[in-house]
């Protein structure tokens, strides 16, 4: 069975920081660009960082660049999102997720899986 389990979200002062964890089982974690999207209330789904699986290039959307670090420990099946210098506008839902199609400079192309999520909560 495939699964991906976030956590490590909470509720933050703007300009903290917060680490996101993901924990994957049943499939090759490695073999899939893995990457995280957020969700706010109202808002369109909001692709941030990605891995890709071919060459494991890491491309950061605008939004989250200079802020956010992606990175992946493939031993621990396990992706990692550090959050820095938060703001009010990244309070949302974040969501890892795995594509095998890969990862472009606006995030993963099309996502296979993705896990249940966790609140991300920055006040100002």
């Known amino acids: 069975e495939v699964q991906l389990v976030e956590s490590g979200g909470g509720s933050v002062q703007a300009g903290g920081s917060l680490n996101l964890s993901c924990k994957s089982s049943g499939f090759t974690f490695d073999d899939y660009a893995r990457g995280w999207f957020r969700q706010a209330p109202g808002k369109a789904r909001e692709e941030i960082p990605c891995?890709?699986?071919?060459?494991?290039?890491?491309y950061y959307t605008d939004a989250v660049k200079g802020r956010f670090t992606i990175s992946s420990d493939n031993a621990k099946n396990t992706l990692y999102l550090r959050m820095d210098s938060l703001k009010a506008e990244d309070t949302a839902v974040y969501y890892c997720?795995?594509?095998?199609?890969?990862?472009?400079?606006?995030?993963?192309?099309?996502?296979?899986?993705w896990g249940q999520g966790t609140q991300v909560t920055v006040s100002s």
């Open positions: 997720a795995a594509s095998w199609s890969g990862c472009a400079i606006y995030g993963l192309v099309e996502e296979d899986y």
């Open positions: 891995i890709g699986n071919s060459d494991g290039h890491i």
